[in-house]
C-alpha cells in the first residue's frame, strides 16, 4: 500500500525539502502540495490524501483552522509540522484533530516512519513537546467519577484494557502485542473505543483515560 501524502506550507523550499524526503520511501508519495490553510482543504477535498503535513503559520487561513475543516470533513489525517512548539499551537492544532506534532527539524527517517504510522492508524508526538501534553492531561479539570464521563460506560472490559494502552502511548501493533492479538483485530478495537467515547483521535482517547482515572 502507498501512503499518499499532502505538503501544506507557505515556502516552497520546505515543501521541495519535505518531497525529497518523502519520494526516497518506496511506499510513500506526494500526490499534492498548497501554500496556504485554504489550498491545503482544497486540496485535501480533490486528492483525498492519507497524510497531510501541516504547516500551522500560513497566510490567510492559518494550520490550526485547515487542520478542524480537514479533520470535520474527514478528509485525510493531519501532521502538523511546524519549527515553532508553542503550547498555543501544539494544543491548539490537537483540539482541531491533528493526531500527530512534529518539529521541522525532524530527520527524513523519522519523518517517514510518522507518515507510516499515521496512516496505519497511530497517533505521532515530537519527543520535545510528549510530556508536557500527558502533564496538560492529567492536569486537565475532571468530574469525580469516570462514570460521569460520557461514553465510559460503554466500553468493555477489553476496550477498557484498550484505553489504557492507548494512554501509555503504544502504537497499535504494541497494542496487538500486549493483548496478544493481530494488528488488525487491534485497529478494529481501537476505533470502536475511539467511536464510544466520541473522540476523533488516539490522543484524545488517552487524555480522557488520564483524566477519568483509568491510568494512574
Request: hydrophobic letters at 50%; aromatic letters at 2%; glycine letters at 8%.
Amino acid at each position: 500500500m502507498t501512503v499518499r501524502v499532502l505538503l501544506a506550507d507557505d515556502h516552497g523550499a520546505i515543501r521541495a525539502g519535505l518531497r525529497l524526503m518523502l519520494d526516497r520511501a518506496p511506499d510513500v508519495a506526494v500526490v499534492g502540495e498548497a501554500g496556504d490553510g485554504a489550498a491545503a482543504v482544497a486540496n485535501a477535498r480533490a486528492l483525498r490524501p492519507d497524510v497531510v503535513l501541516m504547516d500551522i503559520r500560513m497566510p490567510g487561513t492559518d494550520g490550526i483552522e485547515a487542520t478542524r475543516r480537514i479533520a470535520d470533513e474527514g478528509l485525510g489525517q493531519v501532521v502538523a509540522l511546524t519549527t515553532f512548539d508553542l503550547d498555543e499551537y501544539l494544543f491548539g492544532v490537537l483540539r482541531a484533530g491533528a493526531v500527530g506534532f512534529l518539529l521541522k527539524s525532524v530527520g527524513a527517517a523519522e519523518l517517514v516512519d510518522a507518515v507510516r504510522r499515521v496512516a496505519a492508524g497511530d497517533g505521532i508526538l515530537a519527543p520535545e513537546v510528549t510530556r508536557r501534553v500527558l502533564a496538560a492531561s492529567v492536569a486537565a479539570p475532571a468530574p469525580a467519577e469516570a462514570a460521569d464521563l460520557p461514553g465510559l460506560d460503554l466500553l468493555t472490559a477489553r476496550e477498557r484494557e484498550v484505553l489504557a494502552l492507548l494512554a501509555r502511548g503504544l502504537s497499535n501493533q504494541q497494542v496487538a502485542d500486549a493483548l496478544t492479538v493481530s494488528e488488525t483485530t487491534a485497529k478494529t478495537h481501537v476505533s470502536r473505543v475511539l467511536a464510544k467515547l466520541g473522540c476523533r483521535t488516539r490522543l484524545e482517547a488517552a487524555a480522557l483515560a488520564h483524566r477519568s482515572g483509568q491510568v494512574t
